[in-house]
């Protein structure tokens, strides 16, 4: 037997090498990573400079606890990362993974009002359905019914009301207008933030809301002094095409985008190591250490210096290659040919997103609605990976009815014929499992 607690019962392959945008296991199978493990490897597999500076710095400095040391390579990551995501001004807070930032994250919402005398103010308003990871707290600020529901009563359920998903169909500052009501029905002095993945990914792959929504969004947020916070664990770091997807579209007429707080993970060490933390602008971070002198929150393996220095080595990469364009570009490619798929196969309901966070809305094409069976996802994902393509099935139920989806993002280095073959993959896969 073996004595690995497998996250389930069906058998897993043994992934034993990976080269750019191509995993191998042990049976000698090649497969295509359409997934990036969950949109992680952002820079491809097996990047020999990202593995050599990690070497490095563990031969130099492999560990120190961060409340008592900084390190060289933090001061210089956190300096490049700011500029990198056009924050100059804002702090890193590094953690290991993406719960873990968003947990920083509501602390430090919280913390935040309370130095301000404000100690009322503890709810976090969400979307549904939504995804901020799978600790206790993110998981209650998160709007997924099917993780959610073998955990309850999470922790008080009136800390976390939930705003409706976007409707691009809707203007996206008529959209965002809904926040307002979802404010006042909780009780504007006991709301303490909002948070919202800018791209939507694992609950409701690549949905993203029409342009203005997220200008409208920061402005009502400060109109009620509720903090900003942008999930970007999967849509920031390029992924989208442009190094924070908040930001898509660059400089907003109806106002300033900049989020109070930015949440980081996944491609900011693209999977070399544990990176992930957030961003804080200078009200916060001035609030809280003018107040209590301290962020009152830590954790043992935050800002690992060698976590910290693939991170840096990633961004060596993502800047000198341009990977931020070459998502828009892969992107755009990506995109026309799963319209093009959507054509063909009429189970395909929808295609959309940004950059290189797509996904494929899979339903019942009589009633236009997605698929109630639950599994359709994870079958035409089964047929992909027979095709030799690993896609990202989920199944978000919400609204009482499941989103079936997949959820497709490979490398951000992918080439344009590395795309055509992922194409080529998910038609066979769709004709196999229809
Ligand atoms: N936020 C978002 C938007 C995510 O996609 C994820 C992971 N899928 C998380 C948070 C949680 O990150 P982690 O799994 O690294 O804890």
């Not at 070497?55 to 400095?61: E, F, K």
């Not at 606890?65 to 900084?70: I, L, P």
């Not at 800390?159 to 009501?181: T, V």
């Not at 009482?400 to 055509?420: F, K, N, Q, T």
């Amino acid at each position: 037997m073996s004595n690995v607690f497998y996250r389930s019962s069906k058998p897993y392959p043994t992934a034993v090498r990976g080269e750019g945008v191509y995993l191998y296991d042990d049976q000698g199978h090649r497969l295509l990573d359409g997934s990036s493990g969950a949109l992680v490897a952002n820079v491809g597999h097996g990047r020999a400079a990202v593995a050599e500076a990690m070497a490095a710095q563990a031969r130099g400095l492999a560990f120190v606890h961060g409340s008592q040391f900084t390190s060289e390579v933090l001061e210089t990551y956190a300096t490049r990362l700011a500029h990198f995501l056009g924050l100059p001004d804002f702090r890193f807070w590094a953690v290991s993974g993406g719960s873990e930032a968003n947990e920083s994250a509501i602390k430090l919402a919280r913390q935040y009002h309370v130095e301000r005398g404000e100690t009322g103010r503890f709810k976090v308003i969400t979307r549904l359905p939504s995804y901020h990871g799978a600790s206790l707290g993110a998981l209650a600020a998160s709007g997924m019914g099917a993780r959610r529901e073998l955990y309850t009563p999470l922790m008080n359920p009136d800390a976390w009301p939930k705003m409706p998903r976007p409707d691009p169909a809707l203007a996206g500052a008529e959209d965002a207008e809904r926040l307002r009501a979802v404010i006042e029905a909780a009780g504007p002095e006991t709301v303490a933030a909002f948070m919202c993945e800018p791209v939507v990914g694992a609950s409701d792959a690549g949905l993203a809301p029409a342009d203005g929504y997220h200008a409208r969004v920061a402005a009502i947020c400060r109109e009620y002094g509720v903090l900003f916070i942008a999930d970007e664990v999967m849509s920031g770091m390029g992924r989208c095409g442009a190094p924070l997807a908040v930001r898509l579209g660059g400089p907003h007429p109806q106002g300033d985008v900049t989020p109070d707080i930015v949440v980081l993970g996944k491609g900011l060490a693209a999977g070399y190591a544990p990176l992930a933390g957030l961003m804080a602008g200078g009200e916060v971070y001035d609030t809280v250490m003018q107040g209590s002198g301290a962020f009152k929150h830590g954790f043992t393996y935050a800002g690992h210096p060698v976590s910290v220095a693939a991170g840096l080595s990633v961004l060596d990469i993502v800047e000198g290659e341009g990977l931020g364009e070459a998502a828009r570009t892969r992107g755009a490619q990506l995109l026309t040919g799963l319209q093009a798929l959507k054509a063909r196969h009429p189970r395909v309901l929808e295609v959309r997103g940004h950059g290189l966070l797509l996904g494929v809305v899979l339903g019942d094409p009589a009633t236009g609605e997605a698929d109630p069976t639950p599994g359709v996802a994870e079958r035409v994902a089964a047929a992909a990976r027979e095709c030799g393509l690993i896609t990202y099935p989920g199944s978000g139920a919400h609204d009482g009815r499941r989103g079936d989806h997949l959820l497709l993002g490979p490398p951000l280095s992918i080439s344009e014929a590395e795309v055509a073959e992922m194409l080529d993959m998910l038609d066979a896969a769709l004709t196999a499992s229809g």
